[in-house]
């Protein structure tokens, strides 16, 4: 199979990458990894750059014109989501959940008026999204959900905690995932709403990572009056929605992350050549260009496994359990990459950046720091297995999860 792009979309990724140098924030220093002092700065940034993108016609570019898209074609978003993985990825980050899981499920499971209300306002960046699933009791096990929703006239109460809420200090929105009713088996008792962050009751306490940023959040839920409107399909279905917004979140990662390591693994390529261990430079050390070699097949693996899976995606297919595969992909490699990288630095990995010297302005020690994190986000790897063995290989059902398939506790 040829993956190269036709001269057409080879012309317009050209004219885009074009466009993204002349636009990019004034003070975008590509040679800084932590762009930002600030998360409020970052946020600002994003909402200016995205706002951009849709004036200039490059933001939702296969999404109907009716709901704010470009009605344009599927290669053309993965062209345009590729130059941005590679040439502004921090930028991109508050709208992760936004893009990546927000919009697809919206557009798939909301109604006509829920998409016509919020997509339009994602797409020229006016809202930041976050998920609000996992609770201090419900993780890889969603269906163990707490967060209650109590339908009082054309409202629902709700009261509960949610915890890793990425980006919910920048949020406006939420996909909050609640329970309606407790009586009935416990995936069969959910439902999903859409929750404006604004509202009385949401309490949002950033929580602080192992890179030194607060990434993540606690939100508290007292007595919150969600309209009834804000429910997404049926009372009761928030389970099979729940499904569908994790399989999306699975899939984006590959085309998206895919790219952004592609030129990290050529980063790596890079400081292997101007770094020196004992007076010698990496590249030339056999262990390391081992370690390099691997990690290029793992990032080109991604790749074209990525490449596939959108492209389902995104002809109108919702991605199914194969979406694992790529969330491995995606995950344990990075780790090994900035293990590498480490590596290769020796000694001077131990300082971050902002030291005369660090190298690559500690990019490598805040990438290997926050790589941690991704063997858990998106569902943890074991889960991921599990899902590969029993839906994609059929293997017999992990007894915890054929346990709440049966309705037990
Ligand atoms: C950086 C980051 C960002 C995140 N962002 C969000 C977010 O925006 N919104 C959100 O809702 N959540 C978010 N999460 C939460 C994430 O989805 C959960 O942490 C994850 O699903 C695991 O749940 P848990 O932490 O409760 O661990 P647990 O479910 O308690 O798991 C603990 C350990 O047991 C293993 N385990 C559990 N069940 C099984 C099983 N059946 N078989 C084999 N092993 C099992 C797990 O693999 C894990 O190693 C984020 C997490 C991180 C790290």
New binding site residues.
Partial sequence: MDFRFIPEQEEFRKEFISWVEKNLPDDWDSARYRKYETQEKLKQAYKDFQKKLFDAGYAAMHYPKEYGGQGRTLMEEIIVLQVLSTTCIELRMPGV?THGMAVPTIFTCGSDEQKKIFLPKIFDGTHIW?????EPD?????ANVSTMAVKEGDHYIVNGQ??????AHMSDYCLLLVRTDPDTAKHKGLSYLLVDMSLPGIDVRPMT?ITGEA??NEVFFTDVEVPIEMLVGHENQGWQIAITTLMFERVIGDVVIGAAYEKNIHRMIEMAERTKRSGKAVIEDPVFRQQLAKSYIEVMVLKYHGLRSFSHQLKGGIPGPEGSIGKLLWSEPNQRLTETAIGMQGPNSQIMGGSPWSIDDGMWQYAFLRSK?NT????????QR?IIGERVLGLPK?I??AKIAKGKD
């Fill in positions: 959940v976050c998920q609000g699933f996992s419900a993780g890889s096990d969603v949610k915890v890793w809420t990425s980006y990572q990434e993540f994190g858990i986000e998106a569902g943890t790897s074991e889960i599990n992990d915890s999860r």
